[in-house]
């Protein structure tokens, strides 16, 4: 058994995200393992691009009230103790609502072995008609 370091909040890149959010690194998916574990906080009305996965990803809030949108769905309130599962290559969006905090656990999995493509594929930024289409 070994208690890691806690090492420090990083802010998330403009590139990915709208608003301000910060994220901790829980774990960083090293071999054997593969899973990745990121507690992401995020300021009211903040949120990420769109984005999918190779291998799907799994959320759950923690904190505050938050919106959530798979490309072609509805955006759908989460709050806390909703888990939300998103399969692979599936696109889709998280974030705060405009008037609350919300923090989640960001889990998926790193590439597996002979897996090639990008473990996250970032795209465009979320339009404010469609964050506001709720």
């Not at 990915?16 to 774990?27: H, L, R, S």
């Not at 903040?46 to 959530?68: K, M």
């Not at 949108?69 to 405009?98: K, N």
Request: aromatic residues 8%; contains cysteine.
């Amino acid at each position: 058994m070994e208690i890691q370091p806690k090492t420090p909040s990083n802010k998330g890149p403009a590139e990915m995200f709208t608003g301000d959010v910060w994220f901790d690194v829980i774990a960083k998916g090293e071999a054997p393992s593969q899973l990745r574990v990121n507690m992401v906080r995020f300021a009211p009305g903040a949120h990420t691009a769109w984005h999918s996965h190779a291998n799907g990803q799994t959320l759950h809030v923690t904190e505050g009230r938050g919106l959530v949108q798979a490309r072609g769905g509805e955006v759908i309130e989460i709050r806390p103790g909703d888990t939300i599962y998103t399969p692979p290559g599936e696109e889709h969006w998280h974030g705060a609502a405009a008037d609350h905090f919300m923090c989640h656990l960001a889990m998926w999995e790193a590439l597996g072995d002979g897996q090639e493509g990008p473990e996250t594929a970032w795209g465009e930024h979320v339009t404010d008609e469609e964050y506001s289409a709720k």
